[in-house]
T-cell receptor, first 112, second 114 residues
Framework: ETGVTQTPRHLVMGMTNKKSLKCEQH?????MYWYKQSAKKPLELMFV???????ENNSVPSRFSPECPNSSHLFLHLHTLQPEDSALYLC???????????FGPGTRLTVL | AQKVTQAQTEISVVEKEDVTLDCVYE???????LFWYKQPPSGELVFLIR??????QNEISGRYSWNFQKSTSSFNFTITASQVVDSAVYFC???????????FGKGITLSVRP
């Protein structure tokens, strides 16, 4: 595997479910990011991790819980989501916080 | 506050036409970075270019070229002799100083017809 991978690519869940999104980067980067992309809206930065420490949390509801166990892996744990949380969730990584970010293919999430 | 405006929402051209995608940015910082990303139907954003505020040289990479004009706060992207594979959503983004946050525009959907 090369680049940034995300699993699953598609996810349908009910509002009471608990699920997790996984991101893995094979680029030797030290920073990882979660973005939300909703229809007709700009990409929204959700979380930033640098060297496994969270450095930014952009007022994201607590029903989204990130986890970064090491510099290669990033998770987004989901619980009691709302239909308006349906979106494409993109993971990205960069060597440092000021370097260009490389994105994964995203997870298309649908909340019923 | 930072802002990126991509006024064009959808552009449709016929193959081999040239097309320019506009990007206007706003920031009060003197050190900033501008980016273009391509998002094909597969979903992942593909990094195309980064330009810092101290380098106003235009850049050409194959059929792609970028025109950075600080006087008009614009960073426009031109595709020469467009191809069907260029069909995608194109995003312009801005990062300020040492802040890691990218501010994205809303994107431009480019359709290239055969």
């Amino acid at each position: 595997e090369t680049g940034v991978t995300q699993t699953p690519r598609h996810l349908v869940m009910g509002m009471t479910n608990k699920k997790s999104l996984k991101c893995e980067q094979h680029l030797g980067h030290n920073a990882m990011y979660w973005y939300k992309q909703s229809a007709k809206k700009p990409l929204e930065l959700m979380f930033v991790y640098s060297l496994e420490e969270r450095v930014e949390n952009n007022s994201v509801p607590s029903r989204f819980s990130p986890e970064c166990p090491n510099s290669s892996h990033l998770f987004l744990h989901l619980h009691t989501l709302q239909p308006e949380d349906s979106a494409l969730y993109l993971c990205a990584s960069s060597f440092g916080l000021v370097d260009e970010q490389f994105f994964g293919p995203g997870t298309r999430l649908t909340v019923l | 506050a930072q802002k990126v405006t991509q006024a064009q929402t959808e552009i449709s051209v016929v193959e081999k036409e040239d097309v320019t995608l506009d990007c206007v940015y706003e920031t009060r910082d003197t050190t900033y970075y501008l980016f273009w990303y391509k998002q094909p139907p597969s979903g992942e954003l593909v990094f195309l270019i980064r330009r810092n505020s101290f380098d106003e040289q235009n850049e050409i990479s194959g059929r792609y070229s970028w025109n950075f004009q600080k006087s008009t706060s614009s960073f426009n992207f031109t595709i020469t002799a467009s191809q069907v594979v260029d069909s995608a959503v194109y995003f312009c983004a801005l990062r300020v100083g040492a802040n890691s946050k990218l501010t994205f525009g809303k994107g431009i959907t480019l359709s290239v017809r055969p």
